[in-house]
């Protein structure tokens, strides 16, 4: 809502960019998306915009590109592993304008975990040490072959136990805004029959976002109203309003 | 890859724009891309990009209009609805420049549905029979309210259901490219093994997308080495080879 960008003119703004053929194939259902969604809005980062995008050069640089210049953060994921489908890195480079090599804190961490586990480094391994010139390195606890950050750029891993791991530890050290709290109030009403009031109680609050999402519970038709704001005060009247809208309205408060 | 694209150069592109804050706010999981990136797929249609975008009318203007020009079709989901905040038809109307008004057969379809449930028809319930000047109705076999379509644009619901029921009415009715079919071997083999002989096989095999997918199943890792190819020749030299390639590599064929 319009209300909601005002609000944010000044906080810290993200865009996501899910790169890989799996996901623009039908292949894999992405879960990476709704999971940074959520915790860039717990810290109070407006998540502006995502993208999917294939495992190809020009369509990476291009959008890393303009991506980067209109957001505070950009975060990847995929394309960081040891196989010729993994260009992310070198995509990243070529976006900044900067070399790529072995970088040696994450051969160093590489080796270690190799070693530790009897597994043989090989070029196609040391791939995943090849880090943009300049980056500082994200740890990945799970599988040791490490994230980076170049400027306003996180690269993150594709698989989500190792792209959340990695993300969780990105976050504390991120710019915080004012936290969009939320207020849901479920019902048993059609949208039809409270669209109007609620168009009015948007109108009463311009700076709360108020939505309205159909779905069922039980295997039962229901609707959730949702208010989001930053200003708890409001959102606590709203969340009243809500209430009274729907009993005004012949509606039962659902869960 | 690259190779990828060269082979449908000719071949029909889509792009899909999810339209709505629910996405971007990590409230709500999407799960109509992967739907429509299998649909497509499997109908011969590349998907290049998708995009997620929040229910603001200049973004979604723009990016429409961004889409529509780079791509044969593009798929809307979200924002059809009758609150306040479903401005999607707007803002679709406003990015081909052309009204929007009632329209007398989604009209019709909807008091039709209305009068067989009781339903009371009212200005808001009114606001989803509003379709850009022009466009055609796309059926709702599930709630009655149409989607629409204005030349490559294609504008769904939101609702998983209703959006796979319309996706599904409009699918048989595009241009067909070559389908891109596709193989996969799974196996035990950590990624950085198969690396080099997965690298020898793609620069033997251009025309085929081949790509590496770690995982896990039943609790154990394992890798999905995925073939993607309209030539069903190649795609068959390539399965062949990948059982070679993982049982040369000292690995098991799971699954």
Chains 1, 2 share one sequence.
Not at 89 to 104: E, L, M, R, T, W
Not at 114 to 133: G, Q, T
Not at 239 to 247: G, P
Not at 248 to 253: F, K, L, M, P, R
Request: a negative charge.
């Amino acid at each position: 809502m319009a209300s909601q960008h005002n609000a944010n003119l000044s906080a810290p703004t993200a865009a996501v960019l899910l790169i890989g053929n799996e996901i623009l194939s039908g292949r894999t259902q992405d879960l990476n998306l709704a999971y940074m969604a959520k915790g860039l809005s717990d810290h109070g980062i407006r998540l502006s915009e995502a993208r999917v995008i294939p495992d190809d050069e020009s369509v990476i640089v291009n959008t890393l590109n303009t991506l980067r210049h209109a957001n505070t953060y950009v975060f990847t994921t995929g394309g960081i592993g040891p196989t010729h489908d993994d260009i992310t890195a070198d995509c990243v480079a070529k976006a900044f304008n900067v070399g790529i090599d072995i970088h040696p804190e994450a051969q160093s961490i590489l080796l270690s975990y190799w070693a530790e586990r009897d597994v043989e480094p090989n070029a196609d391994r040391l791939r995943m040490a090849r880090i943009p010139d300049g980056a500082s390195l994200i740890e990945n606890p799970v599988s040791a072959a490490p994230g980076f950050c170049v400027e306003n750029v996180y690269v993150m891993a594709g698989v989500p136990r190792i792209m959340q791991a990695m993300f969780d530890s990105v976050l504390p050290s991120l710019q915080r805004g004012a936290v969009i709290n939320s207020v849901s109030v479920t019902c048993d009403l059609p949208e039809g029959t409270i669209a109007s009031p609620l168009r009015a109680l948007q109108a009463q609050f311009p700076d709360v976002d108020l939505g309205s999402y159909p779905g069922k519970l039980d295997g039962k038709y229901k609707v959730s109203l949702v208010g989001r704001s930053s200003d708890a005060d409001q959102l606590q009247r709203v969340e009243q309003a809500l209430h009274r809208l729907v009993e005004s309205a012949g509606g039962n408060v659902l869960g």
